[in-house]
């Protein structure tokens, strides 16, 4: 069974920073493309961010020059270091793993999402 799970939202004002961590556990062979997906209310879920096992990374224009996104294949997690936050960053967000697990079936994963609030 495999489990992803996010952590380190909260509330943060304009300007500040926050960094996302999401990692993926159990019966893994291996993970490919990660991703961070986010839903404001009344707004259907978007891209923020995905990269691949190697590292080649894709942002949204959104977030472009502010969103890092990384990950440590030792340890099956993806980051996201948020900067120079907006209000319209406010959202859920979503960690997404496209995993082999141990029985080579290959799945879309997704986490429980963690709550970004950007507000003064």
């Known amino acids: 069974q495999v489990q992803v799970v996010e952590s380190g939202g909260g509330l943060v004002q304009p300007g500040g920073s926050l960094r996302l961590s999401c990692a993926a556990s159990?019966?893994?062979?291996?993970?490919?493309?990660m991703g961070w997906y986010r839903r404001s209310p009344g707004k259907q879920r978007e891209l923020v961010a995905t990269?691949?096992?190697?590292?080649?990374?894709i942002y949204a224009d959104s977030v472009k020059g502010r969103f890092t996104i990384s990950r440590d294949n030792a340890k099956n997690t993806v980051y996201l270091q948020m900067n120079s936050l907006k209000p319209e960053d406010t959202a859920v967000y979503y960690c997404?793993?496209?995993?082999?697990?141990?029985?080579?079936?290959?799945?879309?994963?997704w986490g429980q999402g963690t709550q970004v609030t950007v507000s003064s």
């Open positions: 997404n793993a496209h995993i082999i697990g141990s029985d080579y079936i290959y799945e879309f994963y």
């Open positions: 159990g019966s893994i062979f291996s993970i490919n493309d």
């Open positions: 990269i691949s096992s190697v590292g080649s990374s």
